[in-house]
């Protein structure tokens, strides 16, 4: 099953946070919460400034989460979009 987004939303794949720094270390829970990364999955006909495979920063309290087999899509407007990585 594949995700078409409408209008100016983009679908896109969420990005598991690191669990250690390049050096090595163990990072705690906590400070796996930022930021929110994500690749993107398709976009919508009307989005301009992102394409297929572009790396995200995005709002996380402006998604919509859904879940295709194990793997953990959002879905989200052009607008939300903070800045590409």
């Not at 906590?30 to 495979?53: H, L, M, Q, R, T």
């Amino acid at each position: 099953m594949t995700l078409k987004p409408l209008k100016d939303r983009v679908v896109a794949k969420v990005e598991k946070p690191a669990e250690k720094t390049a050096s090595g270390l163990l990072l705690p829970s906590d400070s796996k919460e930022k930021p929110s990364f994500a690749v993107v999955e398709s976009v919508g006909p009307e989005v301009k400034s992102v394409k297929k495979n572009d790396k995200i920063i995005y709002k996380e309290y402006s998604t919509t989460s859904v879940k295709v087999g194990d793997i953990e899509y959002i879905i989200l407007d052009e607008k939300d979009i903070l800045a590409l990585a």
